[in-house]
């Protein structure tokens, strides 16, 4: 799989093509820095938050100001000193590092395992493997927007996020926000773990 293109929701799309988009943005902006298509975006689209007073109000609005303060090269910059740089990257963005304390391990199998019973296979031109945090949300946004039923239902996103998203995300978000180069994606962190947090909430309702 790969990021498609952002598409803010519009308002009669609902909540449920909302979070696909969240999803969406999210994805696009863990796997590579803002380009300046998406950064304009940002400067001219209606980019309020997705439910004024609620729980992503404020970090939704501390994302948009950041998206609004950068630009295409700071935020490169910037990506590339968190998630790149010389050796090893100073910030993981994959499960397993997070799971198991190493790459390439236990939890990227099982992953690939739930990936194949889904009929999803990485693209062979991506360096990234499947348990970036990029692909992951990737998937989630494919089991909310995807046209197959047999798979795209809420019973599905809620077992693949509790397998391959709740356990690990947070920490990940974590590492990001105690890293004293991150900025803009500082905002980024501090808006996927409110949107995370909601979705845990939701989906534990389902059983109540």
Not at 36 to 58: D, K, M
Not at 110 to 134: C, I, K, W
Request: glycine fraction near 6%; hydrophobic fraction near 50%; aromatic fraction near 10%.
């Amino acid at each position: 799989m790969t990021t498609a293109p952002l598409n803010f929701a519009a308002p009669d799309e609902g909540e449920e093509g909302a979070r696909a988009e969240l999803y969406g943005l999210l994805a696009s902006l863990w796997l590579a820095p803002p380009d300046g298509a998406l950064l304009q975006q940002f400067s001219t689209a209606v980019t309020q938050a997705p439910e004024a007073g609620a729980h992503l109000e404020a970090p939704w609005m501390q994302l948009v100001a950041a998206l609004r303060a950068t630009t295409a090269e700071a935020a490169a910059a910037e990506h590339d000193a968190l998630f790149h740089g010389v050796g090893k990257p100073e910030v993981f963005a994959y499960g397993s590092f997070y799971l198991s304390g190493f790459l390439n391990e236990k939890p990227l199998a099982a992953l690939r395992t739930d990936l194949q019973a889904l009929g999803l296979t990485r693209d062979a031109a991506r360096v990234e493997t499947e348990d970036h945090v990029s692909y992951v949300f990737e998937v989630m946004r494919y089991l909310i927007a995807g046209d197959d039923t047999a798979l795209c239902h809420l019973e599905q996103q809620r077992r693949f996020f509790r397998a391959h998203v709740q356990p690990w995300v947070l920490e990940l978000c974590g590492a990001v926000l105690a890293h004293p180069r991150a900025d803009t994606w500082r905002a980024v962190a501090t808006f996927t773990a409110a949107f995370v947090q909601v979705e845990t909430q939701a989906f534990d309702l389902l059983e109540i």
